[in-house]
């Protein structure tokens, strides 16, 4: 149950007074072990290490927030608009691999850049939410570089690829880490 006592302005104060470090540290774990599959697995291990990874970030999220303080699986915290807003970010970024799929069955090295690109939209949204530029360069510089590695390392797609977002991912979580111990 939401907070009734907090008004929404307040609630968003709240929301943007958090760490945020346990899903970049996720997506920066996933696709680093992406990333790795990618450079000395088959191609049809590659591909099941993104499905895999990809999808498993919400729940690696889940697991790291009780050891950066976050708990997002802690029912004794007051509930927030802006984690349920937050949440349907995810549930957006998870329904858009109905645009990878069918990309993927015509061009199986599509995955990395789909994937890639479409997880990482919810990082847009998010700088709203947090009031905070670090989710526009995130999901923007993600989006563009991904693209540019695609055309430039047809063959290496399944490793440039997962490590320009790791490489974002850590930008991010200095940025994000930072800006937590400045307030």
């Given at each position: 149950?939401i907070?009734a006592t907090?008004t929404?302005e307040?609630q968003k104060?709240a929301?943007e007074h958090?760490r945020?470090?346990?899903?970049?540290l996720?997506?920066t774990i996933?696709?680093?072990?992406?990333g790795l599959?990618?450079?000395?697995?088959?191609?049809?291990?590659?591909?099941?290490?993104?499905?895999?990874?990809?999808?498993?970030?919400?729940y690696l999220g889940?697991a790291?927030?009780?050891f950066t303080?976050?708990d997002f699986?802690?029912?004794s915290?007051?509930?927030?608009?802006?984690?349920?807003?937050?949440f349907?970010t995810i549930?957006q970024?998870?329904?858009?691999?109905?645009?990878a799929?069918?990309f993927?069955?015509?061009d199986y090295?599509?995955?990395?850049m789909?994937?890639?690109?479409?997880?990482g939209?919810?990082?847009?949204p998010f700088?709203?939410?947090?009031?905070h530029?670090?989710?526009?360069f995130?999901g923007?510089?993600r989006?563009g570089?991904?693209?540019?590695?695609?055309?430039l390392f047809?063959d290496q797609?399944?490793?440039?690829?997962?490590?320009?977002?790791v490489?974002i991912?850590?930008v991010?979580i200095?940025v994000l880490?930072?800006?937590?111990?400045?307030?």
């Open positions: 149950m907070d907090l929404l307040q104060q929301f958090r945020f470090l346990a899903m970049p996720a997506g996933a696709w680093a072990v992406i599959i990618g450079a000395v697995a088959s191609p049809v291990v590659a591909v099941w290490a993104v499905f895999i990874g990809s999808g498993s970030t919400v889940m790291l927030s009780k303080g976050e699986l802690d029912k915290k007051p509930k927030n608009t802006f984690d349920r807003l937050f349907m549930v970024a998870l329904a858009v691999y109905a645009i799929i069918p993927f069955l015509v090295t599509s995955l990395p789909t994937v890639g690109i479409l997880t939209l919810m990082w847009i700088s709203w939410l947090a009031s530029w670090i989710g526009l995130h923007l510089a989006a570089l991904v693209v540019a590695a695609w055309y047809p797609r399944f490793v440039v690829i997962p490590f320009i977002i490489a991912y850590l991010t200095v880490e930072k800006r937590a111990r400045d307030a």
